[in-house]
């Protein structure tokens, strides 16, 4: 510095404070087109980032009285417009961009805000349909969230009463339009929830997306998801989508539609009942004829017919043991008269009385001998007899089925199967129990190769 000279010196605040004032004068107000890099929100309240392009950066800060009316969300790799001015902070000697304002660039903000919120509640698992609540089929009663003083309302009615003359209607009025939409939506759902209606119906006419808005904020979202009571979304016209119709269990295409969804149409749903009652009908007969042939089937067997033939065989040698019994009896007891009668042998012993006596004693011994051999041979074939009947009445086909076994028939031939080779995959079979049939469909073939030795 020469002498003599008088130059004016800053301090640094001086100089910052100057700067900032020359800034904020010469940029008052301007649009800068850039990409967000390192966002920051602090305390959800501020925002910071660096605004970029393919050469340089300036970093620019957003307060909360200004963002807090952004309908989208700043991320990294937006590319956006901020309208604000150019300012310095003093502190630390950096310039930045006070914004004002943000628009995306290539979309408006409200359709960016109704992508972002979308893929953020589907990410949360807000639209999967296992989350979806089911209409009820006759509710006592229907909650209606719309405007009193429009069309939707008069139209829902006369829905109502076309389809059924007997339903009770609860409307809860509510703003469809405007900044407070979306609150009065809320209040309105937990109003019906509070009131006991069985199924809320929000409805609406068509309109702008600016019209529609209340239906696609985050708090109406949360709450549909959060509601007990199933929800149908009537919002706008068929062309019309809400973050609203995502959430709710039921999307209807107009308020009118929605009206159809809550309740069951009188005439449609006695055709229904009449048609399953006919099915019904059908069905027990096509049942009780199967029954029948299967019931015939069985008592034409054989062993049902003539249950007696299968102890016949016994009985006839129990009968042909008694003959040759009594015929031997017969011929010993004839061959013991004629030795007795022989006067030869009457002399030869020489006392005939006591000789009488003596045969009278051997004759009832044997006598007694032959009745224990009859009752013997009587007592073995009625125990065989009754082993035979038991192990028939253990091998016939009730108690077999009843062991829980079952015989297999093709679906329309009457004679079972003994091989899987009998059969293709495809076919249909019956499969008799004793108790009923089953109907089944072959799906697979597994040949068994059975063995008849220990490991």
């Given at each position: ?28 107000s ?9 966002y920051?929100f ?12 393919a ?40 310039y ?40 009820p089929v ?5 909650g ?13 009615i006369?829905?109502?009463?076309r389809?059924?003359?007997r ?6 009025n ?20 509070q ?8 409805a609406r ?8 808005w209340?239906f696609?904020t985050?708090?109406?979202?949360e ?7 199933p ?6 016209h ?9 959430v709710?269990?039921?999307r ?22 009449h048609t ?12 009780t ?19 007696q ?7 006839q ?27 030869a ?8 009385l ?38 028939l ?7 077999i ?17 003994k ?27 597994l040949?068994?190769?059975w ?5």
């Open positions: 510095m020469e002498k003599g000279t008088q130059t004016k010196v800053f301090t640094v605040s001086a100089l910052n404070a100057s700067i900032k004032r020359m800034l904020e004068a010469g940029f008052c301007i649009w800068v087109e850039g990409e967000v890099s390192n920051y602090h305390h959800r309240r501020h925002m910071y980032f660096d605004l970029k392009d050469h340089t950066k300036i970093k620019v800060a957003m307060f909360y009285q200004n963002n807090r009316n952004l309908m989208f969300e700043i991320n990294d790799g937006l590319h956006i417009l901020v309208n604000g001015y150019v300012s310095l902070y003093e502190k630390r000697g950096e930045q961009v006070i914004a004002t304002d943000i628009k995306p660039v290539g979309k408006g903000s409200l359709i960016l805000a109704f992508e972002q919120l979308k893929e953020k509640l589907e990410k949360n698992g807000y639209f999967k349909q296992e989350n979806k609540k089911k209409l006759l509710p006592k009663i229907i209606l969230a719309t405007s009193t003083g429009g069309a939707v309302l008069r139209d829902i006369s829905v109502l009463n389809r059924s003359d339903f009770h209607l609860v409307v809860r509510v703003n469809v339009q405007g900044p407070a939409c979306g609150e009065d939506v809320c209040q309105a759902i937990d109003d019906l929830v009131y006991g209606v069985d199924v809320i119906i929000l006419g068509g309109g702008s997306l600016e019209d529609l209340g696609n985050e708090m109406v979202a709450k549909i998801f959060q509601c007990p009571l929800i149908i979304s009537a919002v706008g068929e062309t019309d989508f809400t973050i609203s119709d995502f709710a269990d039921v209807a295409a107009t308020p009118s539609v929605g009206a159809e969804l809550a309740i069951l149409d009188k005439t449609q749903a006695l055709e229904q009942v399953h009652i006919r099915k019904l009908r059908n069905l027990i007969a096509a049942k004829r199967v029954c029948r042939r299967e019931v015939g089937f069985l008592l034409d067997r054989k062993i049902f017919k003539q249950p033939s299968i102890i016949i065989p016994s009985l040698a129990f009968d042909d043991a008694s003959v040759k019994m009594n015929q031997r009896i017969r011929e010993r007891l004839r061959l013991k008269q004629e030795k007795l009668r022989s006067p042998h009457l002399l030869v012993k020489g006392d005939l006591g000789q009488i006596k003596s045969r009278g004693l051997v004759t009832g011994s044997l006598t007694s001998q032959l009745l224990f051999l009859i009752k013997k041979i009587v007592s073995s074939k009625k125990s065989r007899a009754e082993v035979l009947l038991k192990g009445q253990a091998s016939s086909p009730a108690a089925l009843g062991k829980g076994f079952g015989v297999v028939y093709k679906e329309k031939k009457d004679l079972p199967l091989s899987i080779r009998d059969v293709q995959i495809g076919e249909n079979i019956r499969v008799l129990l004793k108790d009923g049939t089953l109907y089944s469909k072959i799906i697979h073939k040949q068994k190769k063995s008849t030795t220990d490991g």
